[in-house]
Every structure is written in C-alpha cells, then in structure tokens.
C-alpha cells in the first residue's frame, strides 16, 4: 500500500519499527499488539498514560525522530491543527488533513468508507476509493490556502 518511507528499521521494545511518509515511527512487528501503532504515541502512554479520545501528541522541537517525553506532548486536536495551521499555513494544512485521516484510520480503526461516510468535503461527500488516494499522498484534498477549507475542518474536529 506505499505506506512506508524507506526499509529503514528501528528496534524498540513496543517493536521493531519503520518510518512512515509522514516521517513517524510506526511498529510493524506484531508480538506485543502494536502492530501499525505509531511510537511516539506508545512512548508517551508507557511513561504518562493513555492518551484520552480527541487528544494528539505533538512533538514540541518538531522533530518527528525526537521521541525523548519531553519532547513529547499532549494536545487537542483542535489546538495541534490550529497550532501547526499558524505556524506552517502555506503547505501544512493539506497534511494535516490527510493525518486527521491517517490517525482515525490506524489508531481508530476507521475503515476508508466510515470516513466517506462522516466527512465531508466542501458539503460534498468522497468516496471511499478518493480517501485512500488522500491518505496514500497521491492528491491533496483541498487548495491548500482556502481558509473555508480550514474552518470547515476545524468545525469537524470540534464536534469529534
Ligand atoms: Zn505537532
């Protein structure tokens, strides 16, 4: 599915782990249950606790490799996409669009037609088969300085 950046291997104790597109660590290795779980979200819940429903970790250096806990932290979903919105506005937005996806896929278990189903594109619907192509990096979603795009997903966030 070209989920992978590179064949690069990290060996941990949640796993052995390999780089995804977004530049996270994500376990491969199935032993412990972590399989497609990402590392630094498995760190911080070893070290802190779980992390609640609608909560992100946020790497504060961003360094997506500095997964040291205090470099680690929690934050709404909503004050990380607001956060990374008003610092990298030019080509963020789209990412992070496509990592809201991501997260509710792999730490949700959200199939691609659960999410067609419960978002909306511009009041439109996607189809499940665009969705993938979203997460898997092949198109951006949306014009990526359209502050309507913006609104409309933060609205999104604020109700999940
Ligand atoms: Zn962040």
Not at 32 to 46: A, D, P, S, V, W
Request: hydrophobic residues 30%; positive net charge.
């Amino acid at each position: 599915m070209g989920l992978y950046e590179s064949k690069k291997q990290l060996k941990t104790k949640y796993g052995n782990c390999i780089k995804n597109k977004q530049g996270y660590w994500v376990v491969t290795s199935n032993e412990k249950g972590n399989q497609n779980k990402l590392l630094h979200r498995l760190i911080y819940e070893n070290i802190k606790g779980s992390i609640p429903e609608g909560y992100v970790i946020h790497h504060k250096d961003g360094d997506r490799e500095n997964n040291s806990i205090d470099n680690l932290e929690l934050m709404t979903n909503h004050d990380h996409l607001k956060y990374h919105h008003s610092r990298k506005r030019k080509y963020l937005i789209p990412t992070v669009l496509v990592n809201i996806w991501k997260f509710l896929h792999f730490n949700e278990g959200w199939s691609y037609q659960k999410l067609s189903d419960n978002f909306l594109v511009d009041g439109e619907r996607v189809g499940s088969e665009q969705i993938a192509n979203y997460v898997n990096g092949r198109i951006y979603p949306f014009d990526i300085d359209s502050d309507k795009h913006k609104d409309y997903m933060l609205n999104c966030l604020s109700r999940s």
